[in-house]
């Protein structure tokens, strides 16, 4: 077998077998992309509507925009072929801290939400 067709019979394996993974990859990331600026969108013109604090409804429309952009993150790296089971486990852990430390102060906040 000569290198020439050994350069060949790899090329043709990467082609077929990674190419494809990584053209999909790219493909679901554009869309992805899209999917989530729609949703701003929509979001956006919905927030607007109902008459929501301007704090209040940035922070909404950014908590909308990073969980969209988390699940095309993982949507993309499991198109990759990678393992996603980890990267959400250590995403869960990351949030349950985070939720754990702001628990007080998330509780005044909802008491004076209440009151008014």
């Given at each position: 077998m000569s290198l020439w067709e050994s350069i060949k019979s790899i090329l043709y394996d990467f082609?077929?077998?990674t190419g494809l993974s990584i053209a999909r990859a790219i493909a679901?990331?554009?869309l992805g992309i899209v999917v989530v600026r729609i949703v701003q969108v929509i979001a956006r013109s919905s927030i607007m509507k109902s008459k929501l604090d301007k704090s209040a409804s940035t922070f909404?429309?950014?908590?909308?925009?990073?969980?969209?952009?988390i699940?095309?993150?993982a949507i993309v790296i499991r198109t990759?072929?990678?393992?996603?089971a980890g990267i959400i486990a250590a995403f869960s852990a990351v949030a349950l801290a985070i939720a754990l430390a702001l628990k007080d102060s998330l509780g005044s906040l909802?008491?004076?939400v209440i009151i008014i």
């Open positions: 082609v077929h077998n679901f990331l554009v909404v429309l950014s908590l909308v925009t990073i969980i969209l952009y699940v095309v993150a990759l072929g990678f393992s996603t909802a008491n004076g």
